[in-house]
């Protein structure tokens, strides 16, 4: 239960998001993002880095930011991709059903988002062509190949089929290890976005929190052709680099 400060803070970020909307839309348009796959990404980090603020939230980085290739992470919360995206300046692959949510969905097509339709069979490579077009262009494309995000305290098992593109294309995947710290409350149920849980509640919860803290640790890369042997050393990594048991 948040006390009356931290309701009072959440309904005061929560009155200027129209404002933050609209400077990072505005942003897209008057800057001409739209021009090459590396000023969306250019433009999603000046977004991401705004929400950042708005949201509320330190990000610490270990290990070397990549600054081109493929980047797979363990998923924990929609924080993941704002964080990230701050620090990186990259793309993302993603399912299709996020291209549709409100003003989200938006900043995801904006930004050079790879969509994947789960339910046809040639998606694998149409997102193997997608990615080869984002790496050509050097910038850094992130998956998240557990499909769904957890409560933070493990890393579920890899999607191999994920794995194919990379592992076709034979180019250097980066692990990512995500952690995040909440002092005085609990990650896997105020800052984990998994589950059953719903936007519209647990996004004005996480508003009346402060002193969160998300840790992003990058791994040395990897690669290789054959995608079961790629995902099982990465999601090793990914265990190691979260802090999480293999």
Known sequence: MADATG???????????????????GDFFVSGASATLAERA??????AILHQKW?????????????????????????????????????????????????????AKLGG?????????AAVDDVGKAMQSHLDQHVPVVLFPEGTSSGGESVLPFRTSLFEPAALLGCPVVPCGIRYTLPGGNVPDEVAYWGDMEL???????????????????????SGRD???L???LRADVCDLAGVPR
Request: glycine share 10%.
């Open 200 to 222: 519209p509640t647990h996004l004005p919860r996480l508003l009346t929190k402060t002193g969160l803290v998300m840790e992003i640790h990058f791994g040395a890369a990897r």
């Open 231 to 233: 995902a099982r050393v």
């Open 7 to 25: 309701v009072m803070r959440a309904a005061a970020r929560i009155g200027i998001y129209p404002a933050v909307a609209g400077a990072a839309f």
């Open 55 to 107: 949201i509320g939230f330190r990000i610490h980085v270990r290990g070397e930011i990549p600054k081109s290739g493929l980047i797979v992470a363990n998923h924990v919360s929609y924080l993941d991709i704002v964080g990230l995206s701050a620090v990186v300046g990259c793309a993302f692959v993603s399912k299709k059903e996020v291209g549709q949510w409100p003003v989200f969905g938006a900043y």
């Open 42 to 47: 250019s433009w999603l980090k000046r977004c």
């Open 227 to 229: 995608r079961k042997e």
């Open 113 to 121: 988002t790879i969509f994947v339709d789960r339910e046809r069979r």
